[in-house]
């Protein structure tokens, strides 16, 4: 009879009762493993300017205020913002920009506009956030799409430190990491000379730090979607949150709408743009045709093969036609944001900015960003210590990006099975995160963890906390969990071991487990057990900075 003894391993008695427990690192060493999950280490080149940003205020690590984001008293003072790029001679001035807002689909629509444009020739700034492994990421560069090199960023900071200094002393040391982040990416494109750059917003729109472009420098805004995050910091209702991220619109500047949006919520944004006299593009418009042919793998990745369409309808006057895009990011959601910057760059040729239908192709199709559906290759899994399992890691951390991750797994793998890994910032919807996951079944396993967020603990969501939510989430559905605090799960492992893959078959086991590597190795040889002939995905999310643990693992 076969054994499975992993729990033979991780397992501990507590008043007699075997419990999953945590464990430690030197306790892995004594269990034989040779990994661990540490932080990736920037270029010592930049050590300067990491002990320089890191002393700062960052809103990152330790949280946004109530109000931080709204046009208010309480929002964030965007004078001193104006004020430190007048010292540095109003870099954001010097080329055309594309600004980004919403609470969904900002990075992936940057990067893939970015991408279109540089496809074409351009030279390209692209200023987004957060990173996953280094804080050059935050800052793309050339026709290419590089990260700028720890040189150049050295370089730079070190030319422009006395002013950046003075700045700080002048706004009595209120300048956030944030904000001299934005400062310095303006400087770098200026230095470049780039043709155009595409920046996203940090958070809300009206009162975050990217929001120094004035009209004659904005080719276009862009608003992704409006969903439930950082409600308190951007006035506690979709409505609030939809006029701070209105507050990137210009005067007479087009503004292009993803969506789909509620129809108030679209409303509220249509009537401040027409308030403006800003045009409106809408990526959601009857005139788009769009459609997923199927899922294929290339090179031990998978990539979805769509159609796009684009025709005339009313007063949509864009027209493009493309069949058979090979997009590298799956799911409806990113074909959506991928819309969205198709009409952006059709919004940008029709201004009179040179971009072929070949270069949109290009641009789309290039496009992959680490930690949005990503699949592990098989040597990343082994890498990892995972033989033979498929890993996906998504920086999903809220109910709506829950639903689309398991909307694209369901469409690219029907029937998989799931085990979960989870990790998640203080500040997000546990509850509504746990109960989308909860209520699209497929899952064997969930594993909840605890990852630093930004390089700090102070966000950190601790693991039982997060057992205790999807406790109430599986209870409000009416789904029975195995779990460390029912009789059944003693009762079942009362011999610290398994003796065989069916006698374990008994529903979804949740575990609450501090260590990520721990979570990682039990999860997969839960699935590996269960899924048996059928296809099982072990799954990473919460957040990216759970990603950013997987990944900078892979690169030390």
């Known amino acids: 009879m076969k054994v499975l003894n992993f729990f033979s391993q991780y397992s501990t008695f507590t008043h007699g009762r075997p419990v999953l427990c945590s464990i430690n690192r030197g306790a892995l060493t004594e269990l034989g493993h040779k990994r661990w999950f540490s932080t990736y280490r920037e270029d010592t080149e930049l050590n300067d300017f990491i002990e320089y940003i890191d002393a700062l205020k960052n809103y990152e690590k330790m949280g946004v205020p109530k109000g931080a984001g709204t046009d208010s008293d309480d ?7 104006r004020r430190l790029m007048d010292c540095l001679g109003n870099p954001q001035s010097k080329f055309k920009v594309v600004h980004i807002a919403g609470t969904k ?5 940057a990067s893939y506009l970015s991408n279109i444009l540089r496809a074409e020739g351009y030279h390209v700034g692209c200023y987004t956030s957060p990173h996953v492994l280094s804080i050059r990421e935050r800052m793309s560069l050339g026709r290419l799409g590089e990260p700028v090199s720890s040189k150049a960023l050295n370089c730079l900071f070190h030319r422009i430190k006395q002013i950046l200094d003075e700045a ?12 001299i982040l934005t400062a310095v990416a303006f400087a770098l494109f200026a230095q470049e000379n780039v043709d155009i750059a595409v920046i996203e917003a940090g958070l809300g729109g009206a009162r975050d730090a990217t929001n120094i472009i004035s009209g004659s420098e904005l080719a276009s805004s862009v608003i992704t979607t409006i969903g439930e995050e950082h409600l308190a910091a951007l006035g506690g209702s979709l409505e609030s949150i939809a006029m701070a991220k209105a507050g990137i619109i210009k005067h007479g500047r087009p503004l292009i709408l993803g969506g789909p949006f509620l129809p108030h919520i679209e409303d509220i944004l249509r009537r401040i743009a027409s308030s403006m006299g800003s045009p409106i593009i809408s990526a959601s418009n009857p005139g788009i045709r769009t459609v997923i042919k199927g899922v294929s793998m290339f090179k031990g990745r998978p990539y979805q093969s769509c159609d796009i369409m684009m025709k005339p309808y009313e007063d949509f006057q864009l027209f493009i036609e493309l069949a058979g895009v090979n997009l590298c990011m799956l799911g409806s959601h990113q074909l959506q944001n991928a819309i969205t910057a198709v009409c952006t760059a059709l919004c940008l040729r029709n201004q009179g900015w040179t971009i072929s239908d070949g270069s949109i ?5 290039k496009t992959c960003l680490p930690g949005r559906g990503q699949f592990l290759t098989s040597k990343e899994s082994e890498k990892l210590g995972l033989q033979g399992a498929s890993v996906l890691l998504d920086g999903a951390h809220t109910k709506e990006s829950a639903k689309a991750l398991l909307q694209m797994i369901k469409m690219a793998f029907p029937g998989a099975r799931l085990a979960l890994v989870v990790a998640m910032a203080s500040d997000k919807d546990h509850f509504g995160f746990a109960k989308e996951f909860l209520s699209g079944g497929q899952l064997e ?19 039982p906390f997060l057992r205790d939510c999807w406790l109430q989430a599986s209870k409000e559905l009416g789904i029975d969990l195995l779990h460390d605090r029912t009789a059944e799960y003693g009762e079942l492992f009362k ?5 065989s893959a069916m006698e374990f078959r008994g529903g979804l086991v949740l575990v609450a487990e501090n260590s990520l590597a721990v979570s990682l190795d039990v999860a997969n040889q839960i699935l590996q057990e269960r899924s048996a002939n059928r296809t099982g995905i072990l799954v990473v999310t919460g957040s990216l900075h759970i990603v950013s643990s997987v990944l900078g693992s892979l690169n030390t």
């Open 75 to 81: 929002g964030f003072d965007l004078g001193r913002m």
């Open 168 to 179: 700080i002393v002048l706004e009595d040391g209120c300048l956030s990491h944030f904000e």
């Open 495 to 499: 011999d610290k071991l398994v003796s």
């Open 361 to 365: 192709r290009v641009g789309l199709e």
């Open 105 to 109: 689909g900002k990075g992936s629509t």
């Open 445 to 463: 396993a969930v594993f909840l963890t605890e990852a630093n967020i930004a390089g700090g603990k102070s966000r950190t969501t601790a693991a």
